[in-house]
């Protein structure tokens, strides 16, 4: 069990009143808050070690150059990466996706191929693909997701039929940012594998909230955020299996990626500079590092199963509620620590504008899901996210709150 | 509730989100622009029949926050009759109001809308109407023109 009170004592953002209730922060899904030692490393960082790395031999660029290194190694450790080399520093989650489909798209995709997805995907996981697809001539297929409220996750059946030879590349979400979806990512991998396809997790949702190991998972990449997993803003990873990168053209050219530059042409070093063009983002790299070792203290296993209790909580109360409609699985089935939900007859703005005069921090809209909004018949949702700081009483708030909302505009 | 509530969702405001008015395509339209809020999702549509300069026809069609669609809705019923140089005025003032919260006397309903000025991010959803009428006055004859977004 985790000890809530001392975690909240950790994040110093959550110590403050919001139109003078206290702050219940409910917007994880989004960016979790961070720790006070994830504060610290950037300040420590910036008043005592800061200098570029991999160029300077004097003292501070040393002690810089070993911290971020350090910090892709702690990464490693963090999703069991066989290397280090394996991770490569990006802005983010779609950083990350944008440079396989644009590196591994160009290199490899060509028409009649297929490239397949799923309804359910981040349009970080879905745009880059479209484009990619259009760039080489290949067709951009989704796997479906059933059920009226998309309660019944990814059609397995049809996966098994849409993961032809043709398929060079399955690109999915680990878990659903707005259905709560937890995808069975190791049987995709599996899947996808014995048709010879790529693998690209976006575990942008999953990667702060679960034990990930990227080997039993058997992912060829991994893409995810430093900011959703009580990082900085302005960091993440692309994971990439060995063999892969290190037949991958790099998408970005400059300085430290480069073995030897003539005024005729220019090679490349291996991975992970080779992906690593200018100079890079140390600061938040190695505050990353630090949010590694400030969740793994604490045990993701653990997180998960708080985050698990939350949304069952949630799903429970929230029923309850005249008129609301919760999308994604059932009460009792697997969820992540999210619920999204909406009122036939009052939107999704005007239930945040009245949660936040609360003190509740809450999104409401499409959750960059256009598409699955539009299948499932929705101009948007409500969402409550959860994570390691979150108690059962601020969803007992959560409920008042809303149960006063819908009230107010004539729901009974 | 607190006291900028109650200001944002007067009753008039409620009232034309429950029950709109001149909502749904006019069969009859000439002109037509759609006007949507990519970060929040909401969209309008406003159809005009114009005859010469002025609207004879007007209605509205889209989904959203209670403040957009009530704004439209009452939008619709006050510039039915009005040339775009008068919608342009009434429009400016509008504007003033959801962001200076000072309602003239004699502005009628369009005063309920005061209270946006507390609420930035709203403002946005109060003028995503205006924006796709004013378009439409300007626009061609049929066929449709689309804004993809607006700036206040
Ligand atoms: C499932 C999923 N994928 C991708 C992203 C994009 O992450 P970022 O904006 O950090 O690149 C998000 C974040 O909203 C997400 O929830």
Avoid at chain 1, 369 to 396: C, H, V, W
Avoid at chain 2, 24 to 39: I, Q, S
Avoid at chain 2, 121 to 150: F, N, Q
Wanted: proline residues 5%; aromatic residues 6%; contains cysteine.
């Amino acid at each position: 069990m985790l000890d809530i009170q001392k975690i909240r004592a950790d994040f110093p953002i959550l110590h403050q009143q919001v139109h003078g209730k206290p702050l219940i922060y409910l917007d994880n899904g989004a960016t979790s808050q961070k720790p006070r030692a994830v504060i610290d490393s950037l300040v420590h960082y910036y008043e005592r070690d800061n200098s570029n790395v991999h160029r300077g031999l004097h003292a501070l660029s040393m002690r810089a150059t070993d911290a971020y290194e350090g910090a892709r190694t702690r990464i490693a450790k963090f999703i069991h990466a066989a290397d280090p080399a394996e991770i490569i520093f990006t802005r983010g989650t779609t950083e990350s996706i944008n440079l396989v489909a644009r590196s591994w798209g160009h290199a490899h995709l060509k028409p009649g191929d297929i490239v397949l997805t799923t309804e359910i995907e981040h349009h970080s996981n879905l745009v880059p693909w479209q484009q990619a697809a259009r760039a080489s001539g290949a067709t951009l297929t989704y796997v479906p997701v059933l059920g009226a409220d998309g309660e019944g996750g990814l059609d397995l059946a049809a996966l098994d039929r849409l993961l032809t030879p043709q398929v060079k590349l399955f690109a999915f979400t680990h878990i659903s940012n707005t259905l709560g979806t937890v995808n069975p990512a190791a049987e995709f991998c599996r899947r996808a594998r014995a048709v010879g396809a790529v693998t690209v997790i976006d575990a942008a949702q999953s990667i702060g909230h679960t034990p990930f190991d990227v080997q039993a998972l058997g992912a060829d990449f991994v893409a995810f955020s430093g900011h959703k997993m009580c990082g900085p803003t302005g960091i993440g990873v692309l994971y990439g299996r060995r063999a892969l990168l290190d037949q991958l053209a790099p998408d970005e050219t400059g300085g430290g990626m480069v073995s030897q530059v003539t005024y005729d042409d220019a090679r490349w070093k291996p991975a992970p500079e080779r992906f690593e063009a200018g100079t890079p983002n140390m600061a938040d790299a190695i505050a990353l590092g630090v949010a590694c070792d400030y969740l793994d203290a604490l045990g993701r296993d653990r997180i998960a199963a708080h985050d698990a209790v939350l949304a069952q909580c949630a799903m429970a109360k929230l029923s309850t509620l005249p008129g609301i409609r919760i999308i994604g699985p059932r009460a009792g089935a697997e969820r992540s620590g999210l619920v999204s939900f909406a009122f036939a007859e009052v939107h999704a703005h005007d239930i945040v504008t009245f949660a936040d005069e609360d003190g509740l921090a809450l999104r409401g809209g499409h959750h960059c899901n256009q598409p699955l909004m539009r299948k499932l018949g929705l101009t948007g949702t409500t969402r409550a996210s959860f994570y390691l700081y979150n108690t059962e009483e601020e969803i007992d708030l959560l409920v008042a709150s809303l149960r006063r909302t819908v009230k107010f505009f004539g729901v009974t | 509730m607190s006291a900028d509530l109650t200001e944002l969702y007067q009753q008039v405001i409620l009232d034309h989100n429950r029950r709109p008015r001149n909502r749904g395509k006019l069969p009859t339209a000439n002109r037509v622009a759609h006007g949507d809020n990519p970060t929040c999702g909401d969209q309008c549509s406003v159809y005009l029949r114009m005859d010469g300069d002025r609207i004879a026809e007007i209605s509205f069609d889209g989904s959203g926050c209670a403040i957009s669609q009530a704004s439209a809705s009452l939008m619709t019923t006050q510039i039915k009759g009005k040339t775009a140089p008068e919608v342009q005025t009434l429009y400016k003032n509008f504007h003033d109001i959801v962001t200076t919260g000072n309602a003239p006397e004699e502005i009628s309903d369009l005063g309920a809308f005061a209270g946006v000025h507390a609420f930035p991010a709203r403002i946005k959803c109060a003028t995503l109407g205006w924006h796709a009428a004013i378009e439409a006055m300007k626009s061609d004859p049929m066929p449709t023109t689309t804004t993809e977004s607006h700036v206040d």
